[in-house]
């Protein structure tokens, strides 16, 4: 699978501090660990919008977010450091 190195990615727009860990059908949200690799789904603590997982590699995370949020276009991912939920930038599909 490709998987864009971080020094591809690009400034995201808008986006918290970081990302907390959501559970799939609620609304309990923890913070990320650095032991726990990249979880699904990721909750912006700001408003509740969850970003699903779509790839991963090591400690990075690549998750797919709600039209037109964080400046990321249709062929365009949100990368986040799984460990802090921290966002990288947005990289391609």
Known sequence: MNF????????ANNVPGHFLVGTPNGTTTLEPNPDEGCRNPMVDPRD???IQLIRSSKDRGDYKVPTNRYGVG???????????GRVVGIVRK
């Open 4 to 11: 864009p190195s971080d020094d591809k990615a690009r400034e």
């Open 48 to 50: 509740g919008t969850k």
């Open 74 to 84: 249709g062929k365009e991912l949100l990368r986040l450091d799984c460990g802090t």
